[in-house]
Antibody, heavy 120, light 110 residues
């Protein structure tokens, strides 16, 4: 059974940085592209970033480039999202998912999400 | 601001069929067969129900079907059931190695 567990969320102030992590189980991690998707309060889903199975290719939403960085450590089986210069509108539930660019352009398995709140 | 457009809401009675549209451009939906649909019950995790325009994952009900014509993709739910009441999102590959979601459609089962 595929399972994804996110961690690292919490309450932060504007300008701070944080790193979200996702720990997978139930599949061969290194062979799957992975992504982050977020949902702000009262808003819809928003694709954040994707990374290839090997980690050599990443794609990030234009509006988040330069602040958010997706990465993975296949030896430790961890997916990460480094979030810098946090803004109030980064407040959202962040989901770790399988799939995304560059291979399967859809998100088939989702974690429960980790909540990030940014306020002064 | 989404590059895809969906109706804000649709409704139907149990047993009826409804269709949700997702309109993009010739740079996304019109150019690629990478359209997916997600069902999201508030408070729960979004669930993939259609991928690559019309393919259904093993866990999705056969009452869900997808199609595409030009720059518009569609999700049809047949034999509406009360548990189908949820938010539905389309998503598309854009060709600049990015993915975009539609704003979502709230389905009400009357």
């Amino acid at each position: 059974e595929v399972q994804l567990w996110e961690s690292g969320g919490g309450s932060f102030q504007p300008g701070e940085s944080l790193r979200l992590s996702c720990t997978p189980s139930g599949f061969t991690f290194s062979t799957f592209a992975m992504s982050w998707v977020r949902q702000s309060p009262g808003q819809g889903l928003e694709w954040v970033a994707s990374i290839s199975g090997s980690g050599d290719k990443t794609d990030t939403a234009d509006s988040l480039k330069g602040r958010f960085t997706i990465s993975r450590d296949n030896s430790k089986r961890i997916l990460s999202l480094q979030m810098n210069s946090l803004r109030v509108d980064d407040t959202a539930v962040y989901y770790c998912t399988t799939g995304g660019t560059p291979s399967r352009r859809f998100f088939d398995f989702w974690g429960q999400g980790t909540r990030v709140s940014v306020s002064s | 601001q989404s590059a895809l457009t969906q109706p804000a809401s649709v409704s139907g009675s149990p047993g009826q069929s409804i269709t949700i549209s997702c309109t993009g451009t010739s740079n996304d939906i019109g150019a690629y067969t990478f359209v997916s649909w997600y069902q999201h019950h508030p408070g729960q995790v979004p669930k993939l129900i259609i991928y690559d325009v019309s393919n259904r994952p093993s866990w999705a009900s056969g009452r869900f079907s997808g199609s595409r014509s030009g720059n518009t993709a569609s999700l049809t739910i047949s034999g509406l059931q009360p548990e189908d009441e949820a938010d539905y999102y389309c998503a598309s590959f854009t060709g600049r190695n990015t993915l975009v979601f539609g704003p979502g459609t709230k389905l009400t089962v009357l």
